[in-house]
T-cell receptor, first 112, second 108 residues
Framework: KAGVTQTPRYLIKTRGQQVTLSCSPI?????VSWYQQTPGQGLQFLFEYFSETQRNKGNFPGRFSGRQFSNSRSEMNVSTLELGDSALYLCASSGGSNEKLFFGSGTQLSVL | GQQLNQSPQSMFIQEGEDVSMNCTSSSIFNTWLWYKQDPGEGPVLLIA?????ELTSNGRLTAQFGITRKDSFLNISASIPSDVGIYFCAGRNEKLTFGTGTRLTIIP
């Protein structure tokens, strides 16, 4: 069974640009969550999608948004990039609310 | 954002030693999970705990769900070089909240 796949693996953007990250969950998983990981703040929850609906949301500004498609694939968008948005963005999928969470390898975003 | 208190922050041990780390919270959790993360990769699930008092093993790893539901412990016995990495605890209610991580280094 293939794991969680995130693309691209690396991204370099400049301030003010926008970026879209993609995540394909494990086959059969309907829940996809996104996390931001930085050395100073650790793993911070962004949002969770289940059956194309946002189920939970973390404390991030509106520049961070996401969506989930009918095949459970998810995308995350960050608009008007800031230097502080440089981080490893991790996607995780699970079969349900109390199921184990499995992570992808992440997208390393660098904002210059 | 909310995070769990995980300790120690870092550990320097010799190969073959046992390792203990723990997570504490002011909140009660329904599930505790332990992950290991290698550089440049996503966290990999090690152990999942679902009931207070539960003790679960995965090879040389043993984790426990605290009776109060506010803490959890992870032990690694007879450490080997591939144990190097960052270990995260995570407590789950509606969403998953992560600990601050324990960086494990093995001294040659």
């Amino acid at each position: 069974k293939a794991g969680v796949t995130q693309t691209p693996r690396y991204l370099i953007k400049t301030r003010g640009q926008q970026v879209t990250l993609s995540c394909s969950p494990i086959s059969g998983h309907r829940s996809v969550s996104w996390y931001q990981q930085t050395p100073g703040q650790g793993l911070q929850f962004l949002f969770e999608y289940f059956s194309e609906t946002q189920r939970n949301k973390g404390n991030f500004p509106g520049r961070f948004s996401g969506r989930q498609f009918s095949n459970s694939r998810s995308e995350m968008n960050v608009s008007t990039l800031e230097l502080g948005d440089s981080a490893l963005y991790l996607c995780a999928s699970s079969g349900g609310s109390n199921e184990k969470l499995f992570f992808g390898s992440g997208t390393q975003l660098s904002v210059l | 954002g909310q995070q769990l208190n995980q300790s120690p922050q870092s550990m320097f041990i010799q190969e073959g030693e046992d390792v203990s780390m723990n997570c504490t919270s002011s909140s009660i959790f329904n599930t505790w999970l332990w992950y290991k993360q290698d550089p440049g990769e996503g966290p990999v699930l090690l152990i999942a705990l679902y009931k207070a008092g539960e003790l679960t093993s995965n090879g040389r790893l043993t984790a426990q769900f605290g009776i109060t539901r506010k803490d959890s412990f992870l032990n690694i016995s007879a450490s080997i070089p591939s144990d190097v990495g960052i270990y995260f605890c995570a407590g789950r209610n509606e969403k998953l909240t992560f600990g601050t991580g324990t960086r494990l280094t093995i001294i040659p």
